[in-house]
């Protein structure tokens, strides 16, 4: 194989790397926390005001939503999140959705356009999305009452029906 060829080759590679990331879909996209670890506690600010934390949702049954307003399958996923949201969180059910490195401003218009009703959080310097190992958009967590994950999805969009066969198990 040419010197040139090679090269080219490593270029596209890169580039698929860099796209399927962005999409949300990363070949081995790993997270740093696990299925059966206890979900590590985490501060950030709330788009309604104040500061809220993971532990605040102790003893509900958490979907931890990591996601981004530019993010096509994150797109698509909030209408169904809301609805289940709506559906089961007088069960103990919450969503927190975490917008990673994006301002309060375009975050808020975003959930005007959705009419999100659960609790978003804004991680403008992505220390949590660091810290839970977050390589591509959507990133899912599900968490027990207990603050166990119980599943991590990486990438989307997640279906209402998929949530509801996640979480419901754990509200029981």
Same mark, same amino acid.
């Given at each position: 194989?040419?010197a040139?060829l090679?090269r080219?080759?490593?270029r596209?590679?890169?580039?698929?790397?860099?796209v399927?990331?962005?999409a949300?879909?990363?070949?081995? +996209?790993?997270?740093g926390?696990?299925?059966g670890?206890? +979900?590590?506690?985490?501060?950030?600010? +709330?788009?309604?005001?104040?500061e809220?934390?993971?532990?605040?949702y %102790?003893? =509900?049954?958490v979907?931890l939503?990591?996601? +981004?307003?530019?993010?096509?399958?994150? =797109?698509a996923?909030?209408?169904d999140? &809301?609805?289940?949201?709506?559906?089961?969180s007088g069960?103990g059910?919450?969503?927190?959705? $975490?917008?990673?490195?994006?301002? %309060?401003?375009?975050v808020?218009?975003? $959930?005007e356009?959705?009419?999100?009703?659960?609790p978003?959080?804004?991680?403008?310097?992505r220390?949590?999305?660091r810290q839970y190992?977050?390589?591509?958009?959507?990133?899912?967590f599900?968490i027990?009452?207990?603050g166990?994950?119980? &599943?991590?999805i990486?990438?989307g969009p997640?279906?209402?029906?998929?949530?509801?066969?996640? $979480?419901?198990?754990?509200?029981?």
């Amino acid at each position: 194989m040419s010197a040139s060829l090679a090269r080219w080759l490593r270029r596209g590679l890169l580039a698929l790397v860099v796209v399927a990331s962005l999409a949300g879909c990363a070949p081995d +996209a790993r997270v740093g926390t696990q299925k059966g670890e206890v +979900a590590p506690d985490f501060s950030l600010p +709330a788009l309604e005001g104040g500061e809220k934390s993971l532990r605040d949702y %102790r003893g =509900r049954v958490v979907l931890l939503n990591f996601w +981004a307003t530019w993010c096509g399958p994150c =797109r698509a996923e909030m209408p169904d999140m &809301q609805a289940v949201y709506e559906e089961l969180s007088g069960r103990g059910f919450v969503v927190v959705a $975490v917008n990673g490195g994006e301002g %309060r401003d375009r975050v808020q218009s975003f $959930v005007e356009e959705f009419g999100l009703t659960f609790p978003v959080l804004v991680d403008e310097e992505r220390g949590v999305l660091r810290q839970y190992g977050v390589r591509g958009f959507p990133t899912t967590f599900v968490i027990d009452g207990d603050g166990v994950i119980h &599943q991590v999805i990486v990438g989307g969009p997640l279906p209402g029906s998929a949530v509801r066969r996640l $979480v419901e198990p754990l509200l029981e």
